[in-house]
């Protein structure tokens, strides 16, 4: 009987060792973050943001433990249009020759169950930081393991340009700013 149990216990071990602590996970290129606003009356302008740097370690025992941490890259941001693209990196936007990255750290991640998440921390534009609460999801095909790992995350936040700084030319720029992330991620 005692053989069962170790044998029983040995096969639970190797079935959920990545159970055993937090897992580190490094974001991928594949990461983005997605700035959508309305311009002169229109909808659908955005820009995006990749080369996201940063990381996330997740505890699947205990989601206090969670963190997440993002630099943007002002100069990965594209607009798809030179002019605007210009516009949005310069002095009167993201000012990006003085402040090169925008920063998100997280201060609590708390699981809602069935994968979506509320993410809360601070997002730091130029000098000025501000709480934010995000709210995500995790794609079905995450796999929370410490070797081999993936993770997907999607999550929308709206933010007030105002709030940071960046309320230039109210008449054609809309405020709020929608903000679509998403991030991948692996373990070793």
């Known amino acids: 009987m005692l053989r069962v149990a170790v044998l029983l ?4 071990a190797g079935v959920f060792p990545s159970f055993a ?13 997605l700035l959508r606003w309305n311009m002169i009356g229109k909808s659908d302008y955005h820009a995006r943001i990749t080369g996201l740097r940063g990381d996330i370690v997740v505890d699947p025992q205990h989601d206090v433990a969670d963190r997440l941490r993002i630099d943007m890259p002002i100069a990965n941001l594209d607009a798809h249009h ?6 949005l990196k310069s002095h009167q936007f993201f000012d990006q020759a003085q402040y090169p990255n925008v920063t998100f750290t997280s201060s609590r991640i708390i699981d809602m169950g069935e994968g979506r998440y509320r993410v809360l921390g601070s997002l730091k534009i130029k000098e000025m930081t501000r709480p934010v609460m995000l709210y995500g999801k995790r794609s079905d095909d995450s ?10 995350l999607s999550g929308t936040i709206t933010l007030s340009r105002q709030a940071f700084g960046m309320g230039q030319y109210p008449a054609l720029v809309a405020d709020p700013i929608q903000v679509d992330i998403v991030l991948v991620a692996t373990t070793p």
Do not use: C, E, K, N
């Open 9 to 12: 216990l040995g096969l639970l």
């Open 82 to 87: 030179r002019v605007l693209t210009w516009a």
């Open 21 to 33: 602590a937090p897992i580190p996970f490094q974001l991928a290129d594949s990461s983005y973050v």
């Open 143 to 152: 796999q929370l393991q410490a070797s081999g790992g993936y993770l997907r």
